[in-house]
């Protein structure tokens, strides 16, 4: 158990949490920025389209590489900028628009000090795992009815597939009731479990990496979807697949849901 020493201004680490500890004390002494109403909206744009970036510079180079072409889920698309710009001021219009505000409303409500200790390693993986599943599962049921209930597509859902196939930027290319449902989910989530501020800094950070790497167009030998046993994590190719026939596969990242109710289809034939 951490305990503070009251000669000494400096936090004394259990074991689980000399890993992480380091890392928080950098982040807390920015408290000036990271406590600001600005952070939450610079961190959040800053890191999607860090994320974004790579995959469209892939974009870029792949007609003029053929190599590349061999990892892209349709290898004869590659976005043109009359598809990127829109995407693109979509994104940084909603977050300056919604995203911001809302945190400034968070600022202003007086929201509690970060807490000195850093959370143990196991315990910030545990909850970073139990966000993803809740967020999975509530995000199909989300899903799955608004693409059923045709006034909820029509009104909400459908803006996000006006681009198929699907690229990177347009991962948050969406309205502005299902960028709110999204970021609904996740604070609700991150509340429910009392994460702390460094957890929830990383499920932030996974969850905009898989929700972008979902909507890249490219499958490599390491993405996510190959790194976790027994086909549980769906994909890119599996959700390219729900882009182009909308009637399968709802789940944003794993397979269990679409497998329990029949809406599972495997993007290899299997």
């Keep these: 158990m951490s305990v503070l020493n009251t000669s000494e201004s400096h936090v004394v680490c259990s074991s689980g949490q000399l890993f992480l500890q380091p890392v928080w004390d950098r982040l807390r002494t920015r408290e000036a920025f990271t406590q600001s109403p600005f952070f939450p909206a610079i961190f959040s744009i800053t890191v999607y389209l860090g994320f974004c970036l790579p995959f469209a510079m892939l974009d870029v180079l792949c007609p003029w590489v053929p190599a590349l072409r ?14 990127l710009l829109p995407c693109l001021g979509q994104t940084l219009y909603q977050h300056l628009v919604y995203v911001f505000p809302a945190t400034l409303l968070h600022w202003a409500s007086g929201a509690a000090l970060p807490p000195r200790e850093a959370p143990e390693l196991l315990q910030l993986v545990y909850q970073v795992v139990l966000c993803l599943l809740l967020f999975d599962a509530e995000f199909f049921v ?3 009815l608004h693409h059923k209930v045709p006034w909820l597509y029509r009104n909400v859902h459908k803006v996000h597939h006006k681009n198929s196939p699907s690229f990177a930027l347009a991962t948050q290319y969406m309205s502005f009731w299902e960028l709110f449902s999204l970021g609904f989910f996740d604070m609700m989530n991150i509340t429910l479990l009392q994460c702390h501020p460094l957890t929830a800094m990383a499920f932030h950070v996974v969850n905009i990496w898989l929700s972008v790497e979902d909507h890249s167009g490219y499958e490599f030998p390491w993405s996510t979807h190959k790194l976790v046993p027994f086909g549980w994590y769906g994909g890119v190719a599996h959700h390219d697949l729900h882009h182009s026939q909308f009637n399968c596969n709802f789940a944003p990242y794993f397979t269990h849901w679409d497998r329990i109710l029949g809406t599972l289809k495997s993007a290899h034939g299997k």
């Design 70 to 83: 061999c990892y892209k889920i349709q290898p004869d698309f590659s976005p043109t900028a009359r598809q």
């Design 142 to 144: 989300w899903h799955l």
